[in-house]
């Protein structure tokens, strides 16, 4: 079929309704930024799930930070997206205005400089993310160790796909079928996710970010739901392979094991996360236990937009109190973000 045949045939379904959710930030940014929804029938539905790390990571671990950089030299080193997530009473940027040391930077590697150039000062780094992100972090723990630095740790919120999605299914979200992460898919392989599609009888397309990769999996995921072909298609074969990626997987079982760990509005989900091993616990920041989701602004529907039971239309406080200058929860702070990303269209 011509490509532009695609786009008619998603333009015209007229099927029975369809739901299907990504689980991946980027393809949320990408699907709004490319104004996918603008050309699918009213009878496909495209939720976008907890694939935003800040949109996840819930507001014990912020309150964590917070206090962290309160402490008389220490030193919280941070993406910028994580600055601005509300925590139970404030954000990180707002206590740095109070006086919390925090700094932001681009790469995890830079807090090593930073640890060299200050070694009178603890350096805690904000190690957020998916599967994708976590590689990064064994590398500095590599640097940290061999370069003999004791003035670096992390605090960890890292969360591993599989017990999320499996976590959504069990739990109502009546989703059809999943885009698969795209990033996470590169690390992991397609068939990380195969025993989740057999189990919950959901396919899976794993995609890419370009609008038309985007436009043929989508395509190739109503094909599979509506042939009840419960299995995972790769659509990114240019990136993703079938099998994981087995240096970063030995990496990644040198320091990680798997926790059960809290999401941001989903609570605590079995097996769904990473925390440093014991024998690595003199870099562990506090991370165990963050566990408490106080929402700042109790109307935010943070979690239900998440799971797939709300949009961000539905919140009272979308494009009124909130917004990317004022957010009221994690979800409008993210370029990633679900609510973020509907207030831009
Ligand atoms: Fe939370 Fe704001 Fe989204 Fe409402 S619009 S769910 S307050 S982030």
Known sequence: MEFSQLVDYLRNYDGPKIRLMEVCGSH?????EHGIRDILSPNIELLSGPGCPV???PTAYVDKLIELSLIN??????FGDLLRVPGSKESLNEAKGRGGSVEMVYSPMDVLDLAKRHPDRNFVFAAVGFETTAPIYTLLLDNVLSKGLKNIQILTALKTMPGAIGFLCENGANIDGFIAPGHVSAVTGAQYFDELASKYKI????????????IIAIYGLIQMVLNKDYSVKNFYTSVVDNEKNPIIEKQLAKYFEPADVAWRGMGIIENSGLILKEEYAQFDAGSIGL??????????RCGDILMGKAKPEDCPLFKKACSPMTPQGACMVSEEGSCFNAWRR
């Open 28 to 32: 949320t940014h990408a699907i709004s």
């Open 55 to 57: 949109c996840v990571t």
């Open 73 to 78: 030299g220490t030193t919280v080193v941070t």
């Open 203 to 214: 396919p899976f397309a794993v995609s890419g970010f370009a609008a038309k990769e985007l």
């Open 291 to 300: 566990d408490v989701d106080n929402k700042k602004n109790k109307a935010c």
